[in-house]
């Protein structure tokens, strides 16, 4: 008789998978699993509804489990299921990049796909070094970005992180990266869209001009709002005095919009909800909904007709690529997404909901854990008190918010709400009652 294999357990079953930022040891543990979305809603394997309060990552605006979008997809899979990028290309990558520049800030018509928002950050620090090498400016090499930014998590983008758990353990990074001062000042706690106080922050950028030599510096990198550290909007004026200053200096003013781009802020892009232009704008996430993975670059016509001119009559102008850039599918995902955008006026749409949205989350500072709350568009956070050590309670309230039927990131000891553009009155009811209710037991 044969020794039949001891069956494994669940949580052994669980080991191969390397989650990404994710606590491995507990999650395989104590699973917090779907098995399937629609609109609003994920369904845990239990049947169990829970309300998606961050659009998955900031990516789902149009809600969850689009049929435009799987059948596109669908249909592209089974029509042309891929082809190289380089040398070659497909209808559908020139359709997507005319269709994205509608929404792009004026002068950024030149597209550039990748496959994530981290990706489409290495590209822009490629775009910003290639620019000013055939402009006759191969100096200037050095980078500045922010204290409590994210841009991703390649090795370039990592070296201009400002999230420090995001850094500690990768070494130096590149060299030449510097950064600025973050703009969360205590005075501005529970300010209501962009805070009165910190334009002068920017100023940081001209000391670093004046320390390095402004005409050293390739770009300036930072999300408009930052996301992921727990939503910093802009001081007012503080984006104006970046531009300000990059246009003196020379510098590329670079706007990382992964998740401030396509709505979250209530217009196309924070560039348009904030008034200011940048030289080059990242995007990703809500692009295809979340649907296929896709990232991009809009830059300047003008920056890319000038790497373009440099290069020889027929050979390659600019030497990087990613094999899935342009992918079919993900680019049948992003067209049918900017079908959705249009004939749903999704962005005018959480322009509309977001003071709405503002008034909601900010309802929750009279409960007794919370020491901030930040806000701007459809995106907000909440800070709880450190009880312990930092990011311990945040954590726990992420798992009971889980528990109680809403899903969220948190950041630290901050709760980051990020609902889909689709969002209507009674989802925002729901959200409120569920964090308050998780807030009040904590
Ligand atoms: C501002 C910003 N940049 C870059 C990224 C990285 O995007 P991805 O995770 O698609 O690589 C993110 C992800 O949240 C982001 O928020």
């Known amino acids: 008789m044969g020794h039949a294999e001891p069956q494994a357990t669940a949580v052994e079953a669980r080991q191969p998978y390397w989650m990404p930022f994710s606590p491995n040891k507990e999650f395989k543990a104590e699973p917090k699993m779907f098995s399937r979305a629609k609109g609003m809603y994920f ?3 239990e049947g169990r509804e829970v309300i998606d309060a961050s659009s998955g990552l900031f990516c789902v605006a149009a809600g969850h489990c689009r049929d435009e979008i799987a059948q596109a997809v669908f249909q592209q899979l089974q029509t042309l299921d891929f082809t190289a990028p380089f040398l070659r290309a497909h209808a559908k990558a020139f359709e997507l990049a005319e269709r994205i520049t ?22 822009a620090m490629k775009i910003a070094l290639a620019y000013h090498r055939v402009k006759g400016q191969a100096q200037r090499q050095l980078f500045v970005a922010r204290e409590r930014a994210y841009h991703g998590v390649n090795m370039g983008g990592v070296s201009l992180a400002g999230m420090v758990n995001n850094r500690r353990a990768y070494g130096v990074g590149l060299a030449g990266v510097y950064h600025m001062r973050h703009t969360a000042l205590p005075e501005n706690r ?3 869209g962009q805070p009165d106080k910190g334009a002068d922050l920017a100023d940081d950028l001209l000391r670093l001009c004046n320390l390095y030599g402004g005409e050293n510096i390739a770009a300036c990198f930072v999300e408009p709002a930052a996301g992921s550290f727990g939503c910093l909007p802009p001081p007012k004026g503080y984006l104006n005095r970046l531009r300000e200053i990059c246009t003196q200096q020379g510098i590329l003013l670079v706007f990382d919009e992964v998740i401030t781009g396509w709505g979250r802020m209530g217009a196309p892009f924070g560039a348009q909800a904030f008034g200011v232009t940048p030289d080059l704008l990242t995007m990703a996430k809500a692009v ?10 809009a830059a300047r016509q003008d920056i ?3 790497i373009t ?11 990087h690529g990613y094999t899935y850039s342009a992918h079919p599918a993900s680019c049948a995902a992003g067209l049918a997404m900017m079908d959705i955008f249009a004939k749903e006026r999704l962005i005018e749409r959480a322009a509309a909901m977001s003071p709405k949205f503002i008034d909601a989350i900010h309802s929750l500072r009279d409960c007794g854990v919370v020491t901030d709350i930040r806000s701007v568009g459809l995106m907000a956070a909440v800070d709880v008190a ?3 050590m930092p990011g311990a309670r945040g954590h726990e309230a992420q798992k009971r918010l889980y528990d109680a039927g809403l899903n969220l990131k948190n950041t630290g000891d901050a709760l980051i709400v990020a609902p889909p553009l689709v969002m209507e009155d009674k989802h925002l009811d729901e959200i409120v009652a569920k964090l308050r209710q998780v807030l009040k037991s904590l």
């Open 43 to 45: 369904y845990t394997p």
């Open 102 to 123: 509608h929404h792009t800030p004026k002068g950024l018509n030149r597209v550039f796909f990748t496959n994530s928002g981290s990706e489409a950050v290495d590209t």
């Open 190 to 192: 529970f300010a209501k």
């Open 288 to 297: 295809t909904n979340g649907a296929q993975p896709m990232g991009a670059v």
């Open 304 to 306: 890319y007709d000038a």
């Open 309 to 319: 001119e440099a290069g020889p009559a027929k050979g390659v102008e600019f030497f």
């Open 386 to 388: 450190v009880d312990g």
